[in-house]
């Protein structure tokens, strides 16, 4: 049984990639997460009894408190999802994002690599490689552009993570993958706010004239192609994730509206993200091909079953909403989030 410490696993994607984890019943999973606002332990509820599973608060930025938990916890293998995430945040400031995103992702790297760890998956972003215009695709080897302060500073995780590899030969490898979906995001981000919105019948902010373009994945099938990378992936290298689902962000905000029977006059539009890029599309081939990973979700039925999961889940909404959530750490582990 291999000892997988996951960083970020209070958060969407590795909320869920946990919950996959433990499921499996193969793994030792050690969560390793600050607890920043996107940071929600309520979200694992299901698993946190689970012997297999155990959590650490503990900041990838703090080097003794990280030095201290590769310590005690030897893991085999780190699957680093911790980050600021979030594109309109680092527009308004940029500090966090380069203290978690780049230095942070260094400290991880060093602590991994003085302890052994055998195998470091960095998740990255399809983000690093910039906007694209109508028509293409990124693949691995398109060259790295990246636009806004988020995905500035996730390109320089990338290559903090490459240059691990190419001087150290230290055993990393990269994803990157193109906009997520499903249950259990922080309602900042397009689909869950509109979801939550629309339930409220508060107006759906629509940046700019809504025909920006986005390539959906839910986000289980994201988790799977990280565990393909994880358990098959060649050191090294990079692997583009992505569901070849694209959609204009109006076109998401109209279905969301009609799978909850709501009227479109709810749909505001608002001034534009400064630098919004225009489209994202992944081109999945090389992961197809080599690790044999394929999407099991199609957008049309994920979306529907994520907008089911959100009306279902209304407490869960209404505790993020009203930051309620951030209370069950320390009914859970007695210490105060500071
Ligand atoms: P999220 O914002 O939901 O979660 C981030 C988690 O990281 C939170 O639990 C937070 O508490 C934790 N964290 C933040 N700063 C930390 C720090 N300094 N030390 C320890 N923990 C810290 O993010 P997400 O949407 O789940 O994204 C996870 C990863 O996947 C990120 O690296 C992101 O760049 C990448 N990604 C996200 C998407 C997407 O669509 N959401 C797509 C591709 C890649
Ligand atoms: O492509 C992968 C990236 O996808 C990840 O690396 C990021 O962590 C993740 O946040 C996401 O970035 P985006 O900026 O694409 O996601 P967001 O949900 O913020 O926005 C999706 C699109 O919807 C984008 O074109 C902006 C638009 N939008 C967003 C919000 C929050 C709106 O029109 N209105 C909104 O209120």
Redesign the pocket.
């Known amino acids: 049984m291999s000892k997988i410490l996951v960083?970020?696993?209070?958060?969407?994607?590795?909320?869920n990639f946990i919950r996959i984890l433990i499921g499996q019943g193969t793994h030792q999973v050690v969560n390793?997460?600050?607890?920043?606002?996107?940071?929600?332990l309520e979200s694992l509820h299901d698993v946190a009894a689970d012997e297999r599973y155990s959590f650490v608060r503990?900041?990838?930025?703090?080097v003794p408190a990280i030095r201290t938990a590769f310590e005690q916890h030897k893991p085999d293998i780190v699957v680093?999802?911790?980050?600021?995430?979030?594109v309109d945040r680092s527009v308004l400031d940029a500090t966090?994002f380069v203290?978690?995103?780049v230095v942070?992702t260094q400290v991880l790297l060093d602590a991994s690599r003085a302890n052994s760890v055998q195998r470091f998956v960095h998740?990255?972003?399809?983000?690093v490689y910039g906007s694209l215009g109508p028509t293409g695709a990124f693949t691995e080897e398109t060259p790295l552009a990246p636009s806004s302060p988020?995905s500035a500073s996730?390109t320089g995780s990338d290559l903090l993570v490459r240059a691990a590899f190419h001087t150290h030969g230290f055993p990393c490898v990269t994803?990157?993958?193109?906009?997520?979906?499903g249950p259990y995001?922080?309602p900042e981000?397009l689909i869950p706010l509109m979801i939550m919105n629309a339930l409220a019948d508060k107006n759906l902010p629509v940046y700019g004239d809504g025909k920006n373009v986005r390539d959906w994945?839910y986000?289980t099938d994201?988790c799977k192609g990280i565990l393909a990378v994880m358990e098959k992936g060649r050191d090294g290298e990079v692997y583009n994730?992505g569901g070849r689902s694209e959609k204009r962000n109006i076109d998401v905000v109209k279905t969301l509206l009609a799978i909850l029977g709501k009227s479109e006059s709810l749909i505001t539009y608002v001034t534009d993200r400064p630098g919004h890029d225009f489209r994202y599309a992944i081109d999945n081939t090389k992961i197809r091909n080599e690790l044999g990973w394929e999407p099991d979700h199609t957008f049309e039925t994920a979306l529907r079953q994520t907008v089911e999961w959100y009306a279902s889940h209304i407490e869960w909404c209404d505790r993020v909403r009203s930051g309620a959530y951030m209370e069950y750490y320390e009914k859970q582990y007695g210490q105060r989030l500071g």
């Open positions: 960083t970020g696993g209070a958060g969407f994607i590795g909320s390793l997460d600050a607890l920043t606002y996107a940071g929600n503990a900041d990838i930025t703090d680093h999802f911790a980050a600021e995430s979030h966090a203290n978690t995103n942070g998740v990255s972003t399809d983000e988020y996730k994803t990157r993958c193109s906009n997520n979906y995001q922080f981000k994945i986000v994201h994730i």
